[in-house]
């Protein structure tokens, strides 16, 4: 269970706070919230974001129900350090797509006194744990785990299960590319496809078969 610390200014040592999970469960919109408590208390905040990650809007941070803070997005983990300097609270969202510097740079900052808020999904498409986000969970003071609902069967869903045919493990994407599937629909869904791809193939071996004789 996460408890929300404060600063403490006599230890001079801040923290990690890791908040993970699959599409659709509310990882970004419990960031945001986290954030703009420290912004109320008016704490200095600083939130970042890969450059990549343009999906709703180049400089802000949105949840998938709109709500939205200011970020500024940086190419790499190494650019947010001086970026941050100053800051009593730093915010990164989407850390999965961040370089495994990014594991450093949130240590560094939490040995430097900072409360560090990090977000990102823990597990790619195909069910592994994804980028830096294992050791970023490891090194943390505070993980929570948020889930979706499956669309399937209505339980908790953990994995993001991909609706298109890409196989590369970096896709931006919202509901049209992926949906949150529980343990058994997720098992189901790739069993599913991976019959579909044994049909596909044999009868791509029976065609060249059949041109060959």
């Known amino acids: 269970m996460f408890l929300e610390n404060t600063v403490n200014h006599k230890e001079q040592f801040g923290w990690i706070e890791v908040i993970c999970?699959?599409?659709?469960?509310g990882k970004t919109e419990e960031l945001i919230r986290r954030l703009k408590r420290a912004?109320?208390?008016k704490q200095k905040v600083e939130i970042f974001k890969p450059a990549i990650d343009v999906r709703y809007d180049e400089d802000m941070v949105v949840s998938h129900d709109a709500n939205e803070i200011r970020s500024t997005p940086v190419p790499a983990a190494a650019n947010i350090p001086?970026?941050?300097?100053?800051?009593?609270?730093?915010?990164?969202?989407?850390a999965q797509f961040f370089d495994d510097e990014?594991?450093?740079?949130?240590?560094?900052?939490?040995?430097?006194g900072i409360r560090v808020i990090v977000a990102g999904l823990d597990m790619d498409f195909k069910g592994n744990p994804f980028g830096p986000m294992p050791n970023l969970m490891a090194t943390a003071e505070y993980v929570t785990k948020v889930?979706?609902?499956?669309?399937?069967?209505?339980?908790?869903?953990?994995?993001?299960y991909r609706?298109?045919?890409s196989e590369a493990?970096?896709?931006?994407?919202?509901?049209?590319?992926?949906?949150?599937?529980?343990?058994?629909?997720?098992?189901?869904?790739?069993?599913?496809?991976?019959i579909r791809k044994m049909?596909?193939?044999?009868?791509?071996?029976?065609?060249?078969?059949?041109n060959k004789s």
């Open 82 to 94: 001086i970026l941050a300097d100053g800051c009593d609270v730093v915010g990164i969202d989407e």
């Open 163 to 165: 609706k298109t045919k």
């Open 21 to 25: 999970g699959s599409m659709f469960s």
């Open 199 to 210: 049909k596909v193939q044999d009868e791509e071996d029976i065609s060249s078969k059949d």
């Open 102 to 112: 990014i594991v450093r740079v949130c240590n560094d900052l939490a040995n430097k």
């Open 39 to 41: 912004q109320i208390a």
């Open 147 to 160: 889930h979706a609902v499956c669309t399937k069967t209505g339980n908790l869903a953990q994995y993001s």
């Open 169 to 194: 493990i970096v896709l931006l994407g919202e509901v049209d590319e992926y949906e949150p599937l529980s343990r058994a629909a997720y098992y189901k869904a790739t069993m599913r496809e991976k």
